[in-house]
């Protein structure tokens, strides 16, 4: 007979561990036991799971914890480095927080209190099938870390860049409707914001002599510096004056905008800079995703460390409802899980004679992920035929929101040619090659 193995489940908070064991039948060994969240207090938690596996002569630890944030990060990389519990064959389960939640749902109505949670997670991980255990894989992590702080930098941005237009307004109501640049926020836009603290003055100088500057300032590269000299002061003129008591706060506040934003897009750069580092040294699958026209490397790298290791999408095995029999996961099967995984599947729901017509998104899966594939996706619309008719498609068969529903399709759809080229590790090829080779 199979020997049992013992269930641990653990509620991960920034100061302390709650643990409750189960056997593999979910008679409770420990309802309840608290740790520091510090090394010692894994020392602790390590002691009464060891004990617990010698006292009950289990095969092995099934451990788990829910994805709440970093909390969880610490102890599973301690864990899996801890040659002690390696003796033990022990496995740890990162559990989705979400479905945690909804499982604890479906039990009789208790409190919400640590103590339950980690009885709760020991029961999801007990019951759960097909699971899969967490492993650490530096490499992509790595590259993860770097490509999230690049998402936040370009979701500070543009946070930033809202703000200085709103302030904006106030100084020039008309500046940003009129747009005088191609780029508001250019090397023109800003140094008249540094260089006149009140843009009455503009109006005062020769259209001539504020072309030059514009012309010094664009490099030559602007084609008519006279013209948008007299725009810019006919702007001024039909704008809403500011009142004198308010001309210093406002200069004040855009010069600020502006020095936050020079940082924010130094750090830019600077992360951007370290990503090609990561990629040059370590990923070289990430090329295969940029050989697509219109995926750069922010877009290609977000998208492979999210995707990280395709090998684990492949674990497992898939009932086959034709064939009424499990089967090995091929490369379609690991496209679904990869779409459910960044959120991109939409759930049906049935009951009875009932189907519903309406399937919505389900967008519960990793945000990273599903925002890197619909920005990736507006870039193959816009530079790959195949994908551009797809869209099209798509947007004719609605009437109403028309871009977002074609968009997250292609998204959808781009899925099966990411995975592709990181599972193949060759260089994207036209619908055309395909059919020549």
Known sequence: MK?????????ISKNKFDLCLLTSEGDILV?????????????GLRDVLLEAWQAGDFAGIDIGGESTGPYWMPL?????ADSVLAAYDFHIYLLNARHVYWFKKGAAEAEKTDAKDSFFIAEKLRTQNNKQPWSFDPEWLRLRFYTRYRFH????RTRLKNAFWATMFLWCNLYAPRQPFADGLGACGRMLIRTYPDWQRLQEMSSEALGAQLAECSRRRLSDPTGQAEQIQQIIQESFPVPPALTQVLHHLLTLHLDHLAFIEQQIRQVERLIKIEVDTHHPEVKCL???QGIGLVLAAGIASEIGNLSRFFAGEKWDRRKQRFRRKNLRDVEDAVSKYAGLWWPRKESGNFRAEDRRLNKQGNAYLRYYLVEAADKLRQYLPEYRAYYERKYREVKTHQHKRALVLTARKSVGLFVGLLHRKEAYRSPEERLNN
């Open 3 to 11: 020997k049992p193995r013992l269930q641990a489940g653990i509620d």
């Open 31 to 43: 309802r309840h036991r608290v740790f520091s969240n510090t090394r010692s207090g894994y020392q």
């Open 76 to 80: 599973f990389l301690q864990m899996q």
């Open 153 to 156: 930098l370009g979701q500070q």
């Open 290 to 292: 940029m050989s697509t």
